[in-house]
């Protein structure tokens, strides 16, 4: 079974940029996608964005689209978020994902990583 390891997170103030990093322990297929989602307290876990393995294609909710940027370094199994200009509202743990196209949170077949928090101050 896949093991994902995330690192990156912290805490930060208003604005300031975060870089996560997952990290897959075997190989990604091109028909899989990895991902990330969050979940804040009190809330329901939630998609952030994700990125089609073979072709590269990325997506992101609404609430994140021109601040986050998912990139991925196939050769290394890795996929990364780039979070700039942050809110106190992103304040979450972040959950590395990766399964089957179109990477449903709901999927038996998505694996998950730890969590790793990330907490922005105003």
């Known amino acids: 079974q896949v093991q994902l390891v995330e690192s990156g997170g912290g805490s930060v103030q208003a604005g300031d940029s975060l870089r996560l990093s997952c990290a897959a322990s075997?190989?990604?297929?091109?028909?899989?996608?990895m991902g990330w989602f969050r979940q804040a307290p009190g809330k329901e876990r939630e998609f952030v964005a994700k990125?089609?393995?073979?072709?590269?294609?990325?997506y992101y909710a609404d609430s994140v689209k021109g601040r986050f940027t998912i990139s991925k370094v196939s050769a290394e199994n890795t996929v990364y978020l780039q979070m700039n200009n942050l809110k106190p509202e992103d304040t979450a743990v972040y959950y590395c994902?990766?399964?089957?196209?179109?990477?449903?949170?709901?999927?038996?077949?998505?694996?998950w990583g730890q969590g790793i928090q990330v907490t922005v101050s105003s």
């Open positions: 075997t190989r990604t297929l091109s028909s899989s996608a």
């Open positions: 994902a990766r399964g089957p196209w179109p990477l449903e949170m709901d999927s038996r077949r998505t694996s």
């Open positions: 990125i089609k393995w073979g072709v590269g294609s990325t």
